[in-house]
DNA sequence: ATCGTTGCAAACGTTTTGCATAAGG
DNA sequence: CCTTATGCAAAACGTTTGCAACGAT
């Protein structure tokens, strides 16, 4: 059976679930799938939101608790989630965020400054302008990061109604 | 007479030097102007690379030399241009790089995972299409971050070459 | 004289490391 | 059994802060 993520962006139909990936990826390594990494990948791929280490740390159990993993760990583990390509890395106000990169489609973010989500879009355009003006400057694109800094429209709207409501 | 920088990108004509605009931010808000400063704004705008706050104190007078600036001072100082809109900051494998912004047009960049060249380009089709993409979603653009990562054609090239001479 | 600014040292928050112990293959 | 992985404590990293002395207006 092939595994399917869901998000506002759709599925992308994948042959193996991320579990699968990585044990994959650690063989071909000759590293080892150990309690704590099968934990883990178990935490990462449950919800498909965009988190910080400290965000996931915190939904660990607690230390002396079952299924505790060090926050070492916890680093040393999302560093080989992203070098597997089952996460994607990128820094927002000085600390790392990942979100997930295995078996989800290309995509970029919205950022509201005021309520600080991370809102995904994705455009093939984007992809199709950003080709042909790095084909111009004869640079071999790899990947991209892109981030539209501004507010949402459940902000703005928030702003708008409170606007009126000062007017009575 | 007005101002003008050199670039890649061509010039943008400004009224005043980027130390008379900081003047007058200062003299808005109260604040002063002090040695520091005025050494920093002139050390700052000497060059247009990009840099970080390490490359800009390693060009900076030691201690006990004059002019020298202390490294708490030189950053508080920096987040004091990028208020002031003369320089703008941004995330770079974990530190702050910042860049010319007054005087100086909007553009994005390419980096190069080998040299680790951070190169400009301008493309008015891209702000296009980022505000088409923004009004279907109904968010209010405030900026925007684009660094599409890969290969410059230096490295490329050298990697041909070597490609090349590996065959002699 | 006032109040913003500086330098110092020390703290900060996030991430990484060295090392001894534990555990996967 | 061999080697990788873990947890702990401590370090590293870039950046910020508290505070007393200093200096601009």
Redesign the pocket.
Known sequence: MSTSEESSLGKVEVSMSPQERFEEY??S?????????RFLIEQVFKHHEHF???QLIDQLPR?GHEN?????????????FVEAGLLRKF?LN???VYEHDYGYPQHDHFYCTKCHKLIEFQSDELLQLRDAIAREHRFRVRGHRLIIQGVCDDCSRQKRERRVQDRV
Do not use: C, W
């Open positions: 650690l063989q390594r000759g590293l080892r799938n150990t309690d704590q990494r910080d280490a400290d230390k505790h993993v060090s926050r070492p760990t916890v680093y040393r583990t999302l560093n080989e820094e000085g600390r790392s």
